[in-house]
Each structure stands twice: as C-alpha cells, then as structure tokens.
C-alpha cells in the first residue's frame, strides 16, 4: 500500500509546532462574558436555601443560576445526572449555581457572595459499604429514572448497574480443579490529567440558535444530552470542537458544557466562558472509578484454568450515567484474554460520594487487569509453574471461545507473548552495579474491545475541488492521537491521492457529519470505515463519467496518482480534476454535478448481550490484544521503584501510521508507569486531599524508562485495510508488568496500586521481620 | 493602580498599562492574543506557559505584568522566521514528538533556551531541562530525541542549516 502503512508527517504537525494550533481556550470573542461556579464543600448534603441576592446586586454581574432552574436529568446511558446540583449535593465541589461576569474574578466575587444552607447527610465514601442494605441511598429516585435496555439498576439501592457473567458451571468446575485460590485486589481513583483543563464557550442568539465551542472528544453526543436537557432541536444546537488539548476519556460525554448554557441562555447574544482550573479538573471532570477486585480461580495440574469467580464492586461516584458501561465492559472481558470454559462475574457499579466516576483511557480494563495479569503471576507460583507458561497454556487462539462466548477470528495473543519475553530478556537476571538496589522483570498480557452501543454509527463526507484538492469531512475527533492523519492516509490510499491534497475538518455539528463519540478507539475503525466508504462512494461516481470521457468500461478504468487511467493502455488517462464538477461536453452542456462522495458506517450483526447470562455471539465488534514486559530497579533504601525498561508489543490489525502507533504506544507505557508507581486521587471522608501537581505527581521526563514498541498484523476483518482500534489497549499491560517485575525483584505482591516508595519500604520491613 | 510597562516580545516593542496582579501570561494570551504559550496549571507546575525572558526559561504564569517593564520575550510564536520553521521545530516533527499538542510550546522554549546557552547538552542535560514541563501523550521519548538531534547537529536552535 502506498500511503496506509506509511510513517507520513502528522497532518496537524505545523500548526501545534507554531502555536497556531487553536484550542477552546485560545477564542477571544467581543463581548465575551466569563463564568465561575459556586462548589459543594460537602460530600453529601441536603440544600436547604440558597440566596443569590448578593451575588445579583455586584456590579458587573449579568446572570446567576442554580439548580433549581434546571431540574431535567440526563446522561448518556442512565439519566441520573443535573449539571448543577438539585436539592441535594452528593460529592465535594458539586456545582451549585453559577455566575456569568464581565470579567472572571466579578464572578468569582458573586460566587463567594452566594450564600447556602446545608444540612448536611451522611455520606457513603466506600463502595462495599455502599453495597449494604443500611447504607444512605445517594439516588432515592434510582427506580423511575431513564435508563438504557441492557443496564440494570436495583431499585432502592446505591447499585445503578449489576452485569452478569454466567459461562459453564463455576461450582462444579471448582470442585474439578487440583488448585483454587482466591485473591483480592484494589485500584484507587486516579485523574486523566489532561495538560489542557476542561473549558467551554456557549453563546445564544435570538433566533434561538445556541452554539457551544467545547473541549470535547464528543461534539455529537455533547448535542444530544444538551437538546435534551435544555429542550433545545437539534437543529439550532451547534457544537464547535477545535483542536483537543489530551482527553483520555475525561472529555468524553457531556461535562462543564451544561453550567453555561443556562448562563448564556440568560445572556443573549453574548459568549459565555467557562475555563477550569487545574483544581476544578481533579475535582470536578471524570475521574477514574476506583475498583474492589476479587478473583477465585481454580486450575488443573497441567496448568489450564478451568473456572474463574470474580466480584467487582466499582466505586462510580456521585453520578454513574457514564460510569455503568464501564462496569458493564469490564464484566465483558473479566477473564482477560484466556481460554476458560468456566466464568462467573458480578459486576457492580456503586454510586458513593466521591467525584464523579467516568470514561478513563481502558474503560475499566487497566483496572481489572491490575487484577488478573497479577492473579495469572500467584496462581502459577502456587503451582510451582512459569507464569509465561501459564500464560502460553491458557491464552487465547484462534477459534477458542471468549469468556462471552464469542468465536476469536483473530488473535495475536502467543505472537506478542513471545515477542516481548525476546525482547525484554525474560528469565535472565541483570543485575545493578549498586550492591542495595535490586532487579526484577514482570510480563502481562491485556485486551480490549470498544465499549459502545452495538449500532454507534459514523458517517463521512469528501468534496474534491476544482482543481484535484479535496475536503474529507468527519466528526471524529483528533485529541492527540493522530486521527487525523490516520483518516486522511486512508482517504489517500483509497483515491489514490498524494495525502497532501486533503484538507481534513472535524468537530462542527453544524457542518461535518455524524460520529457517534472518539471513544472506544473506534475512531481509525468506525470512522476510518466511513471514509474508505466515502473515497469509493466518489469513485465510483467518478468512474462513470470517465468511461464516458474516455471511451472505455469502467471496469477497466482505475484511480492512479490523481488521474482516472485506463488499465491496460496506461497513457489514455484524465486527471480527477476534470470531473470536479461533473463531466463537461464540447456542446457546453454537461452531466454529473460537483464530485461529492458519502459514506456511512454501522458494524453488522453487533448484538447486545443476554441479560441472565451475559453471553452474547458478537456483543462487540472486535478485541485487541497485546502484551507488555517491564524490568524494574527496586532500591532496598528508599523502597523507590525505577522503571528501567518497558516493551510493548500487540496484534494491531493493521498500522495505518507507524510512528504514531509507536508513540502511542510510548505515552501509553509512560501513562501506565504513572499508575502503578505514584497516581492516585486521595479520598478522605469525600475529600479529594490532593488536587494540584505537587500533591498528584505524574510522570516526567525525569521518570521516563527506555521504551520499545513492537507490534504484529493480523486484520481485523471488518477494519478499514484491516485496521483495529489500539489508543486505549495499549495502556492496559502496563500496570500489571511493573507490579509482576516488582515481585521478581523484591518478591513481595502489592494487590493495591499504586506501589509508592512508602509502600514498598513498608513491605520490606514486614518482610525482613518475618 | 497600574503600572506603564514597555517591553520586547518576538522583537516587537508593546506599552501597556497593567494591573500589578495579572500575570505576564495573561498578558500574552489576553492582552497580546498570543495564544501560543498555554495555560496548565497557573501555577507554575507543568511548564506549559514557558517563555523565554531576557535568554532564561520562566513560567509565564508565574511572573507578574509590572515586571514586564524592559524586558524582551520569546514566545513559541517566534521561533520561526514566518513560515520558516526553526531546526528544533522541524525536528520535533520529524521525531513526532507531539501529539495533542498543548504541551509542546512549553517544551519547545525549555529546549530552545537550553540550545542557545549550551549547543551540545548531553542526554543528562537535556532531560533536566525539560523536568519541568509536563506532557500527559508522549511518553517524552521523542522530545527527548528531537532535542537531541539538534544537540548533536551542534547548532543552536534559532539558526537555520
Ligand atoms: S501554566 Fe504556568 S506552569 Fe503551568
Ligand atoms: S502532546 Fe499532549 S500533553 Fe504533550
């Protein structure tokens, strides 16, 4: 292929090195107006008044609003959600009312003057404890919300979602087994840390048109929630997203966009800003569910698993509209990727009064991989087998049946294995120079599969100009990942067209067509699909003007370097440009009209689950596997972890862009390291204790180990040149690799991320006590 | 009270009349619509504001508007000579050191700043000077060898080849 496939320059490459790059932040607008928002400093309170006369009376103010003037729900999958709180606050820095100024610190001012009474509630700041029957319900009203068909809540509970996996007979099996174990695991809210903090713009006109400019992975899906919120058509809504400073999933779904847009509702005709603080994003965007993980697996002598039981209580926070499908995907992949006749998995979502809980790069799968990926590492010591070996035993090929019943068409899984045992020189001690420090090597394995709705649609668009440019018009949206160039080297390898003629544009509601949400990494698949569709849906209209102008059957016509050409007498060719805008005759009339092509994309046959068993033919459209090894350097002084090599390989379909594969693969390492050794959000009684970048440290180029990617090519059938999604997956190994090297190193198990100096120091002094 | 400031950014000269309490940030972004230099944190922890003040690396964040007065600023707006992009951008290009973006001006001045004082920076050297900025996407790999390559080539980063 000549363009898929290739490392060709990132599209946005200039505009980002120059600074010319817009992001939301970067609008200035006449007359704009700016927003704060008066927080909760309960986790759980009952609002009893709120006076906002003050507030109205500063001069300089333009509008104030509380929850009260909007109490319609929504949410993507569970309207459980207000965008300011209403009666009661259920986390710590739930908006409360919101004041639109001339100028930020005047609305500042009018928050600090907005005066509340709470009474305040007790709060349920522990998701097994939420579980139980005397708990404080945090959503009385749970029963009568909206809810989407394959999520269930249990009425008068905090659990807004319970899935189920039911795979073979687990008691049985158990009883079958020469070895059961069963191991608890917890992994703690951790924060996207997006560089570029949430900020939106909503300005309304008096026709009625409102147009939101947003930090959005999801201007399509920002819309909806928001005409249905605020009763607004479709049609008068507009959502503008620019350039996307890092999303991770904290940009998915609808977040600050629905504080504005009363204010600017109220403020006709001027823009209203709302920019978060760096605080306001730990506290106040998604955060990453923490999750309580309970594995029991039993195995046979030789080493195969035969049945497995896991519990998983997802602690969701004070809204799970979101957050249910979460837990619902991390139930679909709850065996990981083995082979394993037996499967049986409760997955509950839990709300507590914590931040909200929402979409964070693996969708519950680094969590729960933390789990598994180390549970495979104990279960084969206890049996006194090479975790590898394990892993080779039980994983998943070709033709086996995953844990939701579904037939593996491919899978990488051995391939990757081997590749990264290789590479990171697994079984081989290496030893530090420094007599105290001591090394170790861990593997794990991951998989994936897009977490969306079974009919998530994409469509695309591409105009070709008068002169052989084109415009490919998507909505998928490029955060850093490099969607955009991937869909335009797709566009190119399809029409046969140096890249460097198409103009992609995205994100406006208004102007470039449907996409569902860049989540899932569906977009190189789904979109990526829309486009192959779009390219060939222009071809052929533009093939059957050529075999007019050329005399010739279509069939022998083909795209070559920007010319239709005629297959077998190569010099009889027209450049596309000729039939820009349709086919013209020598009599000045003409056929055709301007070159257009559309594409539409839904996957076929993706059906939901079973609601008893869980078990469903083809409930997603694919999975992506991959591994990761990590070689740690343990000092046996401070108990610091230092990451000395990290190495990733996965079954990608197929690369469309090599080096922007590599260098997500790199930040997806990098990310994961930043778990496992030093990231957590710090709860305490409801409250976040660490909300700035001293107190939450990620990653540095300081922190950064040596990292090589590596990675194999079995298509995915239904991907666009084979492509499948890889964004999120890649982060999935990471964790678990570390935690299984650290283990190696200092032979002691960490079940609870992140494994801090602290932490280590203290397991080493238990340990020598001992 | 504000205070009357003339100052150089990117060799054109501005006066302003500024509040003692907005910060040189603000000032670029809001006052100048220099939006290239990006806002973080605000509180001088992840280096995304950088900007290179009278040949030393600061956080823009940081600095208050009355200290502008005489001074002269790089912002990432001026590495390049128009469309001319710089030996250091079009390195990070090359090495793909970048992905949403929004941190790289702030990585790029870190760098920029360290060239100009020490054309051949070793790994060591390099690496410590960009510990200050944060990128969530990278992984710092290739910025870290888009700087090197410069640093190899021995050229100081704002001449071209
Ligand atoms: S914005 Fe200045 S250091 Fe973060
Ligand atoms: S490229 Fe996104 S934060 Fe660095």
Not at chain 1, 731 to 752: K, L, S
Request: glycine residues 10%; charged residues 25%.
């Amino acid at each position: 292929m000549k363009y898929v496939g290739q490392s060709i320059e990132r599209v946005d490459a200039i505009r980002k090195v120059t600074g010319q790059a817009q992001y939301v932040g970067d609008f200035h607008m006449p007359r704009m107006l700016y927003a704060q928002v008066k927080r909760s400093p309960y986790p759980h309170a009952k609002i009893i008044s709120i006076d906002v006369s003050k507030a109205e009376k500063l001069p300089g103010v333009r509008a104030v609003i509380t929850g009260e003037c909007y109490t319609k729900r929504c949410g993507l999958y569970l309207e459980d959600k207000n965008f300011l709180a209403n009666k009661t606050v259920k986390y710590q820095g739930e908006a409360v009312a919101a004041v639109a100024a001339e100028t930020a610190e005047i609305a500042q001012e009018a928050c600090d003057l907005i005066e509340v009474v709470y009474e305040e509630l007790p709060a349920v700041t522990n998701a097994i404890d939420g579980m139980k029957p005397d708990a404080p319900l945090i959503h009385p009203d749970l029963h009568t919300y909206k809810v989407a068909p394959i999520f269930f809540p249990k009425p008068h509970t905090n659990i807004s979602h319970h899935y189920k996996l039911r795979k073979g007979d687990v008691d049985k099996a158990f009883q079958e087994c020469d070895y059961v174990a069963e191991h608890t695991y917890y992994i703690p809210h951790v924060q996207h840390v997006p560089l570029e903090p949430h900020v939106a713009i909503a300005q309304y006109e008096y026709d009625g048109k409102l147009t939101v400019w947003a930090s959005t992975q999801s201007p399509y899906a920002v819309r909806q929630a928001l005409s249905v919120a605020f009763e607004i058509p479709l049609n008068k809504l507009r959502v503008i997203s620019p350039y996307v400073g890092g999303g991770f999933g904290s940009k998915a779904g609808t977040t600050i966009e629905g504080i504005i847009i009363p204010l600017a509702m109220r403020c006709k005709g001027r823009p209203v800003k709302l920019q978060y603080s760096r605080e306001d994003e730990f506290q106040n965007s998604y955060v990453r569910q923490g999750l309580h993980c309970k594995i029991k697996t039993g195995v046979k002598k030789d080493g195969r698993i035969h049945a497995v039981k896991n519990e998983f209580v997802w602690d969701g926070g004070a809204y799970t509209e979101y957050g249910v499908n979460i837990v619902k995907a991390g139930g679909f992949a709850s065996a990981g990727p083995y082979n394993i006749d037996n499967v049986w998995t409760d997955s509950y979502c839990v709300y507590t009064n914590h931040p909200v809980g929402g979409p964070y790069r693996g969708f519950g799968m680094c969590e729960i991989h933390f789990a598994i990926e180390q549970n495979i590492d104990i279960v084969a010591k206890e049996i006194g087998m090479d975790p590898v070996e394990m892993r080779r035993i039980n994983g998943l090929r070709v033709g086996d049946k995953t844990c939701m019943g579904e037939t593996m068409v491919v899978s990488g899984y051995h391939e990757c294995l081997e590749e990264v045992i290789k590479d990171i020189g697994y079984g081989e001690k290496s030893e530090s120079t420094n007599p105290r420090k001591v090394r170790g090597k861990g593997i794990a394995a991951g998989w994936k599969s897009p977490s969306m709705p079974t009919n998530a649609g994409s469509a695309a668009i591409i105009r070709m100009n008068e002169d052989g440019t084109f415009f490919l018009m998507t909505s998928g949206q490029e955060i850093g990942q490099g969607s955009d160039t991937a869909l335009t080297q797709i566009a190119a390898e399809t029409l046969d067209v140096d890249p460097k003629l198409i103009t992609i544009r995205t994100g406006d509601t208004d102007h470039t067509p449907y996409e569902w949400q860049t989540v899932a990494s569906r977009t190189t698949y789904c979109a990526g699909n829309a486009v192959k569709l779009a390219c060939e849906d222009l071809k052929k209209k533009i093939l059957e003007l050529a075999q007019i102008k050329l005399g010739a059957y279509k069939r022998d016509l083909e795209f070559k370097d920007g010319y239709v050409v005629h297959k077998i007498y190569t010099d009889r060719k027209v450049p596309l440009s000729e039939f820009a805008l349709g086919l013209a005759f020598d009599d000045g009339s003409g056929v055709g009209g301007p070159a257009i092509g559309v594409g539409t994309f839904t996957l076929e046959n993706n059906i939901n689950y079973d609601k008893e068993t869980g078990i469903g033919e083809h409930p997603v459209a694919f999975w992506t596997i991959g591994v990761n090894g990590a070689e740690v350097e343990v000092d046996l002084d401070t108990g610091e972890v230092k990451v000395l090599r990290m190495v990733s390989c996965f079954d990608a379909g197929k690369v469309i862009n090599p080096e922007t594969f590599c260098a997500q693969s790199e930040g997806a390492m990098v990310q994961a390291m930043g778990t496992a050794l030093f990231e957590e959000l710090i709860l305490k009684n409801g409250h976040i204790l660490n909300k700035n970048f001293v107190d939450y440290k990620i990653p540095t180029a300081d922190d950064m180990p040596e990292l090589d990617v590596k990675y194999i090519e079995h298509a995915e059938p239904t991907g666009p040149y084979g492509a499948r999604g890889v964004g999120e997956p890649l982060m999935v190994p990471g964790a678990p690799a570390i935690a299984n090297a650290i283990y190696d190193a200092i032979g002691v198990r960490f079940n609870r991320m992140p494994i801090t100096a602290e932490e280590v120091l203290k397991a080493l002094k238990e340990k020598a006590n001992k | 009270m504000k205070y009357h400031v003339h100052f150089y950014v990117n060799g054109d000269a501005y006066d302003l009349d500024v509040p003692a309490n907005k910060t040189m940030l603000d000032v670029l972004r809001d006052d100048l619509f220099l939006t290239g230099t990006k806002e973080g944190c605000g509180a001088g922890e992840c280096g995304a504001c950088t900007v290179i003040v009278d040949d030393v690396p600061l956080n823009a964040c940081l600095v208050l508007a009355p200290e502008l007065d005489g001074v002269h600023i790089t912002t990432v707006e001026g590495l390049s000579d128009g469309p001319k992009l710089s030996p250091l951008q079009q390195s990070f290009i090359k090495h793909g050191a970048l992905q949403c973006g929004f941190c790289t001006p702030g990585f790029l001045m870190s760098a920029t700043a360290l060239l100009n004082e020490n054309p051949h920076p070793t790994r060591e050297e390099i690496i410590d000077s960009i510990s200050g900025n944060l990128c969530r996407c990278t992984g710092y790999k290739r910025i870290v060898e888009a700087i090197e390559e410069i640093a190899a080539r021995g050229q100081t980063a704002e001449t071209q080849e």
